[in-house]
């Protein structure tokens, strides 16, 4: 009998497995991949470590998350600094002083702001959708230029429908500073973050190609309580309806040259270019291998993203009004289950971060020993 069956070797349950083992306790990570570290992992192709499902830079101002995951690996100084490409236009991001110089040839942060001001006053009020909350941050020009197209290809709907918190994501600023996170830490960790998460789970039982909801009640019975990180609805066989995610689709090609596009990530802002954005992996890196030699070739993803349908890898929660409701009572229904808790992008449905999915974990680890400390 195991202490704890925790469904899905991503982040969310690695963390939690490896406090738990270091709290003494017998632990099962099960997941249904073939790979540990779920949307994290990264696979060694020709010295570049590739992040299959995507860029991930880790970012906090969280000392103890940062603190924490430096146990099981050495971050590089990487610092992410994307540009956008609009129809061949080349802008700096996040928006600031290089961003409103390269849009209005503006020096000043004096004269970006006056422009800035003028365009926000077409939005009255408070703003309702993402869009409204764009043009009243920067203006219609960087909206038009660098979020509509973006944004629409990104989660598929317009961004009259889509909620304001999204754009908020991203810093604005009125210095010259293309850094795309306010972060007081940043970086990558050295060789992967696979071989973090291995760390994480060393010396803890992982059995992969396990599909948990396949026979949900022969898991359960072999542990005391079960951490499920997978999505809600599916937890629940859709029983209420289907939430709705954005899956992406990578297409990855090799080039044997040094350089491809000089960046790690190039957003295409417009929206008749099919991909959203192209990530050129070396970059994560800074060109070198983990002896620290030149790399020869590269290797670049573009990325696709489309509406999740069954059987897809559920990416991004869509988290408008619509679904909000629909995983509020998927949330009421989780609150009966007595062995089982719910954690994690999916399981909650959350746009979390990755430095969010540690500190959520964490807290939930201590709260659950203190709950049963209180329960003796
Ligand atoms: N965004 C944009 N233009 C860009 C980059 C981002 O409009 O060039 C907007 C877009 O709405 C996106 C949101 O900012 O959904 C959040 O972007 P972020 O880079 O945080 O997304 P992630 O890396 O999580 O996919």
Request: charged fraction near 25%.
């Amino acid at each position: 009998m195991y202490d704890y069956l925790i469904v899905g070797a991503g982040l969310y349950g690695s963390v939690f497995a490896q406090q738990a083992k270091a709290a003494g306790k017998k632990v099962l990570v099960i997941d249904k991949r073939d790979h540990i570290a779920g949307n994290i992992y990264t696979e060694k192709q020709m010295g570049i470590h590739v992040h299959k499902y995507g860029a991930h830079i880790f970012h906090t101002n969280n000392k103890k998350v940062w603190d924490y995951v430096q146990q099981f690996a050495d971050f590089n100084h990487y610092t992410n600094m994307p540009v956008a490409n609009y129809k061949g236009e080349i802008y700096s991001l996040p928006f600031n002083m290089f961003t409103f110089n390269q849009m209005w040839g503006v020096v000043t942060p004096e004269e970006a702001f006056r422009i800035i001001e003028e365009q926000r006053k077409e939005i009255k009020g408070t703003p309702n959708n993402l869009e409204e909350q764009a043009i009243s941050l920067v203006g219609r020009d960087i909206y038009e230029k660098l979020i509509k197209g973006y944004t629409e290809k990104q989660w598929g709907r317009e961004c009259k429908e889509l909620p304001v918190f999204i754009i908020r994501r991203l810093p604005i600023r009125l210095t010259y500073d293309n850094n795309y996170f306010n972060a007081r830490y940043q970086g990558i960790p050295i060789g992967g973050y696979t071989k973090m998460v291995e760390k994480m789970l060393d010396g803890i039982e992982v059995r992969l190609r396990e599909d948990y909801l396949q026979n949900k009640a022969g898991w359960n019975a072999q542990a005391d309580k079960v951490l499920y990180t997978g999505p809600i609805d599916a937890y629940f066989d859709y029983c209420l309806g289907y939430l709705e995610y954005r899956s992406v689709r990578f297409e990855n090609e090799t080039f044997d040259i040094l350089n491809y596009q000089g960046n790690a990530v190039v957003n295409y802002t417009d929206c008749q270019t099919p991909w959203t954005r192209i990530i050129e992996h070396k970059w994560f890196e800074f060109g070198k291998d983990d002896n620290g030699s030149e790399i020869p070739q590269t290797i670049i993803s573009r990325e696709y993203s489309y509406e999740w349908k069954p059987g897809d890898e559920p990416c991004y929660p869509v988290n408008d009004e619509k679904n909000g409701l629909l995983y509020k009572e998927y949330k009421a229904l989780a609150d009966w289950e007595e062995k089982t808790f719910f954690g994690g992008r999916l399981a909650e449905y959350k746009y979390y971060d990755m430095d969010q999915i540690v500190a959520a974990s964490m807290n939930v680890w201590n709260e659950l020993q203190l709950r049963y400390s209180y329960n003796g």
